[in-house]
């Protein structure tokens, strides 16, 4: 027989035709797989129909063979014409879908991720070539320059801003010493007194860059960098804070005669969305009826002893870390404060899970990352959002020939179209960069073992899933010290609200801070989410999960270079 023929030659004397060996390509199309020989050839069966010789067929059951005897060799056929391969080769169809289909669990398209950034490689390429054809040198300066302008002043004041902020330090010590119900506790004046050093800290610090007249670079980093620190001192200030009053109150219940023993209160999380009072594990895990009980043979001073004594455990627990190694105030320390602003989150606990050691080798590539995701974005600023914006502002403020107000809408639509594309590219850089490398490069460096900064934010179908899913450390930081804390005062609704609204002055005082202009553009756009929100939890609208992330992703790609032609041309 021709070796090129779909069936091998046995090396047997029996010369019998058997299939080649192929792994089951299908969970449905195969099930037989561990019946066969490693050389692809049915077990000789044993039954005395067949032999080590067979030619494949075994001999007929007779009519009035008993049921097991048809049903074993029922079998048997099945499992040959299963196993028998034809000489053209054949194609197993089933009921499957594709890796696009929303019904397929497939999830894994990092091949898609390398493709873009070989895209982006292309397009660097591409631009610095065109870029020797028409100027002599593979980069424009413009935006290049600015790196450099005034460098030192900005290495100074970033380091004066962070080290300002340790005064938070010495100030909870203070807080921690002072004697129950004095002005200098942090339930009486030790809120007030960080909440205002907060404010002036912060006016100080933006107006910086705009006495020492920066270039926007410099300004993008220092607000930025400023806003991060604002979020950990007060994070930092104001859980301490809450720790020393409740260490108070624990050292208060030994002496029961003076001390309040109204319950501990748990805020609201994620898990615990209305806040409760707070119960002792040991009591949490005793049934309602058996309490009943207890309570009913216990005498009176033993109810308030057992009430007591789980009121001090309750806030025993708290003073203690999640993880069980670190007790307040044992946290207080240079180098645990140190140590959390270096770590990559914005909310502060007395200690953090960590890894074992260093990846060295993903910690360098994330670093040389950081920075070509800073090249990629420089050549998109020069070559795409500078000249357009630049043509448009010369186009609108020309004196000779000012244009009509249909012009200028003309104008601004065609610039918000060539914005589109590039302001979406810069979106995906700039969460990369952020959030998947500059992060986990601190997160490497600091071991710190929770690196879930973002979710599947690009699944989102509204704002509000959004929010919560592209931006993790922010939205822990609101969640924690916006909403949970004025929930219990003003409710949910309000709570939401406020946290929106904080949020969009955060984002305001960015963009202010960044074009020289307080326009309030972004401020609007972020509190429209909002009835956007309410609009896309409709009936008529909820659930239809692909019209509503295309309606994001529209919104949000429209909305970057609509936001960014507001603020520099208007």
């Not at 249909?406 to 969460?431: D, G, K, N, Y």
């Not at 822990?476 to 309000?494: D, E, Q, T, W």
Request: aromatic residues 12%; contains cysteine; glycine residues 4%.
């Amino acid at each position: 027989m021709s070796s090129t023929t779909s069936a091998d030659v046995s090396d047997g004397a029996d010369r019998i035709l058997r299939p080649r060996p192929r792994k089951p390509v299908h969970s449905q199309l195969s099930h037989i797989s561990n019946l066969s020989e490693p050389n692809g050839a049915l077990d000789p069966h044993t039954n005395g129909h067949a032999t080590g010789t067979t030619s494949g067929r075994s001999t007929p059951v007779p009519p009035d063979a008993p049921q097991s005897v048809k049903a074993l060799s029922s079998a048997r056929k099945q499992v040959r014409a299963e196993q028998r391969r034809r000489l053209f080769p054949t194609i197993e169809f089933a009921s499957r879908v594709s890796h696009f289909d929303p019904n397929s669990d497939y999830r894994d398209f990092h091949g898609f991720f390398n493709l873009f950034w070989i895209g982006l490689a292309i397009m660097a390429v591409t631009t610095m070539l065109r870029n020797v054809k028409d100027t002599g040198y593979p980069m424009r300066v413009q935006i290049w320059g600015l790196f450099t302008v005034k460098l030192w002043h900005l290495a100074i004041a970033d380091f004066l801003m962070v080290a300002s902020t340790a005064v938070t330090l010495p100030l909870q010590k203070i807080f921690r010493d002072a004697p129950a119900g004095s002005a200098l506790t942090w339930a009486k004046g030790g809120t007030a007194i960080m909440s205002i050093y907060q404010v002036l800290w912060l006016a100080l610090w933006i107006a910086v860059p705009f006495l020492l007249d920066w270039t926007w670079t410099a300004q993008v980093f220092l607000i930025l960098h400023t806003m991060v620190m604002l979020m950990k001192m007060h994070s930092y200030a104001f859980y301490n804070g809450h720790l020393s009053e409740t260490e108070k109150r624990l050292r208060d219940l030994d002496d029961p005669s003076t001390a309040s023993r109204a319950p501990a209160y748990l805020y609201p999380t994620p898990e615990n969305p209305m806040g409760t009072v707070a119960t002792s594990p040991r009591s949490a895990n005793g049934s309602a009826k058996q309490h009943e009980i207890i309570e009913k043979d216990l005498p009176e001073s033993s109810e308030e002893s057992d009430e007591i004594s789980q009121l001090r455990e309750v806030l025993a627990r708290e003073l203690t870390s999640p993880i069980g190694n670190t007790t307040y105030p044992a946290n207080l320390t240079w180098w645990n404060y140190l140590d959390f602003l270096c770590c990559p989150t914005l909310c502060y606990e007395i200690e953090y899970p960590r890894t074992e050691k260093i990846d060295w080798q993903n910690l360098l590539s994330k670093i040389a990352a950081t920075f070509g995701c800073i090249f990629l974005l420089t050549i998109i600023s020069e070559e795409f959002i500078l000249p357009a914006l630049t043509d448009a502002s010369l186009r609108l403020n020309n004196t000779i020939s000012p244009p009509s107000p249909s012009e200028v809408l003309l104008i601004l639509a065609e610039t918000i179209s060539w914005l589109l594309f590039p302001f979406m590219l810069t979106f995906l850089l700039v969460f990369l960069v952020i959030f998947e490398y500059v992060l986990g490069a601190f997160a490497e460096i600091t071991h710190f073992a929770d690196r879930h900064f973002y979710s599947d934010w690009w699944n989102s179908t509204d704002w509000m899933e959004f929010s919560r899913e592209w931006n993790v450390p922010v939205y822990s930081f609101l969640r924690r010290h916006v909403y949970s804390a004025s929930r219990p005062y003003i409710g949910k609704g309000n709570a939401t609200v406020i946290t929106f609204l904080i949020s969009a002055a955060g984002h305001e005082i960015v963009m202010g801070c960044i074009t020289k202009k307080l326009r309030g553009y972004g401020f609007v756009c972020q509190m429209m989410q909002l009835p956007l929100v309410v609009l896309q939890r409709t009936k008529w609208v909820r659930g239809r999960e692909t019209f509503n992330n295309v309606c994001f992703w529209c919104s949000m790609i429209l909305g970057l270079a609509l936001i960014c032609s507001l603020y520099v041309l208007v």
